[in-house]
T-cell receptor
């Protein structure tokens, strides 16, 4: 039973436009969320996070939005660049002394020049 | 640069022949994790250590064992690899210490992974 779902296996966007990657979760105990980026033949790299006390967190071109009532979060990349082409994983944690992350299956983002 | 290092990057082993994958970190993090990732799947946590405290996932096969002799190193032993164990194995670390507001962190830092092939 997948507790973190990324329903779009892939997304293609033109350079300069906005990329929106979506993630849904089912476990109401999750209260800390992270996005990772992964290039081929490399390990995932931490991108941005958000705790459940916030509904938005921004870092440069990357913004994560959290809608707790809908159990939904999204990652916005503006403007998208070809170097952003990678697999993006959504991950969730239930906080406290639980250090485990539950990952989604990932979305392959392709940014076309 | 502080980092997570995995050796080897590629490992080929024979069916049933024990294999050990290694991970080291220079981040001085308390928590170390081993994940298995198969193509188009989410990384699957096998186990993790908080310092020397070992935490096994309920669905991790007995075929998989781990050792953490010190803060810096962690090993994954696969006692009798089967064809289904072919995967990317990712090591990760995190600071631990609870909520970010208390100085902790849930961010995990990953190594480049070891691609295991079983013939």
């Amino acid at each position: 039973d997948q507790q973190v779902k990324q329903n779009s296996p892939s997304l293609s966007v033109q350079e300069g436009r906005i990329s929106i990657l979506n993630c849904d979760y089912t476990n109401s105990m999750f209260d800390y969320f992270l996005w990772y980026k992964k290039y081929p033949a490399e390990g995932p790299t931490f991108l941005i996070s958000i705790s459940s006390i916030k509904d938005k967190n921004e870092d440069g071109r990357f913004t994560v939005f959290l809608n707790k009532s809908a159990k939904h979060l999204s990652l916005h990349i503006v403007p998208s660049q070809p170097g952003d082409s990678a697999v993006y994983f959504c991950a969730a944690n239930s906080g406290g002394s639980n250090y485990k992350l539950t990952f989604g299956k990932g979305t392959l983002l392709t940014v076309n020049p | 640069d502080a980092m997570v290092i995995q050796n080897p990057r590629y490992q080929v082993t024979q069916f049933g022949k024990p294999v050990t994958l290694s991970c080291s970190q220079t981040l001085n993090h308390n928590v170390m994790y081993w994940y298995q990732q198969k193509s188009s799947q989410a990384p699957k946590l096998l186990f993790h250590y908080y310092d020397k405290d070992f935490n096994n996932e309920a669905d991790t096969p007995d075929n998989f064992q781990s050792r953490r002799p010190n803060t810096s190193f962690c090993f994954l032993d696969i006692r009798s690899p089967g064809l289904g164990d072919a995967a990317m194995y990712l090591c990760a670390t995190s600071r631990g210490l609870g909520w970010p507001s208390a100085g902790g962190s849930y961010e995990q830092y990953f190594g480049p992974g070891t691609r295991l092939t079983v013939t």
